[in-house]
């Protein structure tokens, strides 16, 4: 049931309209403008690419974004552009032999009443642009900022435009802008010793292969794991297409290569010469493909400026590298925590408390996720050894226990990663503001006790 799409703000005296600029209109900067504009403020993306991007990997929505997704009142559009996937199976990496399972239909939906479902980025990021410009957001885009002022509230961008508003939102992605001028220092995102690939193949040529056709016509997620990479292949779309994504062992000396580029196969086809043939076959399939280098940032514990009128949300916050596949529904879950405290704020003395609670309700959910994003990686990609096979043992073996290798197959993290309901957690956090019982905010909670 969509929580936001209800609210409606009193264009009354003491109910303001906010004036909010958003940078960036990636999966962060998208999903917070919905969630903004249906709870009654303005608002304007200043994006900095002239167009979107056509080339993309795919993406998978965990139940805990898709519920977000669903208090946002875009779930049922985005799942057009998506598929519900029936599994996630891991498996050796060199021989394909299975070593855990995570049943995803209709699981998810019985236990956490929401969907698990995966999609192509760029259909995933058309389907809610669409929807945040049929909400009346404005799109602006080709938009190259030059300067922000935190204290003034206002944006100016190189060809001399300027724009103001009553807060500015920081959604400018791992290499953002807005973080470097937050803190007036160049804070480049980190590399992590590897590049993704990702290659996609139409239904068709997977269903001349015999050996191949359980990949499409049982959609689930085949995970490979071996020394020094996680391989991950799914379906994306009701038309099928396949898409393989994977990593790359690189030097960290290599210049990071931030945008996806063209490239062949050589590269990937030596690295996983070693691996399970039908990966081996998939990759030999394969014309071409994207690649680019993967990066994170370091845990960041500033995310607004003093002055309480800018934040950074999404990935240019906190960015993490994709070993639970948490980076965007955590965008989701941030977009609708600020926006629900935004929906509630009746005056823009406010919105400086409504930042801080914003940041003390988030950082305690998303920096537990991105550190475990980052031992993941060191527990998929192990060298063999005894350490993998005591591994491999455990999954194949036991029932999960807590810290369990691959939190993913254990119910209790499970759990508290699927289950976060960001509008209660907004609320909850609302009530003990209105209370006057949130340390570090200014006071401004007594405004609404004036207006009752
Ligand atoms: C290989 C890989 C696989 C992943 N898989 C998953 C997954 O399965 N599930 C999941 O939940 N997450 C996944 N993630 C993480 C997810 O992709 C990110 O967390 C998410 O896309 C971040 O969204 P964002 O809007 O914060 O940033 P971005 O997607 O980077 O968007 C930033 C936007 O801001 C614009 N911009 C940049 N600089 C400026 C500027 N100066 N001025 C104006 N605009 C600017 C950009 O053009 C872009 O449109 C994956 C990540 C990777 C790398």
């Known amino acids: 049931m969509p929580v936001m799409t209800e609210a409606k703000r009193h264009k009354s005296n003491d109910q303001k309209e906010f004036d909010i600029l958003i940078i960036g209109a990636g999966i962060a900067g998208a999903t917070t403008a919905i969630g903004l504009k249906r709870a009654g403020h303005n608002v304007v993306i200043l994006e900095r690419m002239p167009e979107l991007p056509t080339i993309s990997e795919s993406i998978q929505i965990p139940p805990n974004g898709t519920r977000a997704l669903e208090q946002l009142g875009v779930l049922t559009a985005v799942s057009k552009h998506a598929i519900a996937l029936n599994d996630v199976s891991l498996r050796s990496y060199s021989d394909g032999s299975l070593l855990g399972k995570l049943e995803l239909l209709p699981h998810m939906m019985e236990r956490y009443l929401s969907p698990y479902l995966a999609s192509q980025r760029v259909a995933f990021l058309k389907s809610i642009e669409d929807e ?25 961008l190189i060809d001399g435009r300027m724009f103001n508003g009553d807060l500015i939102i920081g ?23 590897n590049k993704i690939f990702s290659c996609e193949f139409s239904q068709e040529l997977l269903l001349d292969h015999e050996d191949l056709r359980d990949l499409i016509d049982l959609p689930g997620t085949p995970c490979w794991i071996g020394p020094g990479s996680l391989c991950i292949g799914n379906v994306v779309h009701e038309n099928k297409t396949f898409n393989l994504i994977g990593g790359l062992e690189e030097p960290m000396t290599n210049e990071v290569q931030t945008h996806p580029q063209l490239s062949d196969m050589e590269e990937v086809k030596v690295f996983f010469k070693n691996w399970d043939p039908t990966l081996r076959k998939l990759l030999d399939l394969a014309p071409f493909c994207i690649k680019w280098t993967l990066t994170a940032i370091p845990d960041l514990h500033q995310w607004s400026h003093p002055a309480g009128k800018f934040i950074l949300l999404g990935d240019s916050a906190h960015a993490m590298i994709p070993y639970l596949g948490q980076g965007a529904a955590q965008c989701m879950e941030d977009a609708v925590v600020l926006s ?12 400086p408390d409504v930042l801080t609670v914003f940041e003390d309700i988030r950082k305690p959910r998303v920096l537990p996720l991105k550190r475990r994003s ?32 691959i939190p993913w197959l254990d119910p209790e993290y499970l759990s508290w990663m699927y289950s976060y309901d960001a509008v209660r957690e907004a609320d909850d956090g609302w009530k003990k503001y209105c209370e006057g019982k949130w340390p570090g905010t200014r006071g401004a909670w007594k405004l609404n006790r004036m207006m009752e």
Request: hydrophobic content about 30%.
């Open 132 to 156: 945040a410009r049929k909400l009346g957001v404005q799109i602006e885009l080709g938009c190259m900022i030059s300067s922000i002022d935190f204290e003034g509230a206002s944006v100016n």
């Open 171 to 193: 959604c400018d992605g791992a290499l953002s802008q807005c973080r470097s001028l937050l803190l007036r220092r160049p804070d480049p995102p980190r590399h992590f010793g």
């Open 340 to 351: 629900r405290l935004l929906e509630q704020a009746r005056h823009r003395e406010q919105i």
């Open 374 to 405: 980052e031992e993941m990686r060191d527990v998929y990609c192990m060298q063999d050894g005894p350490q993998q096979a005591e591994r491999d043992r455990q999954l194949r073996d036991m029932e999960p226990y807590a810290d369990y290798p």
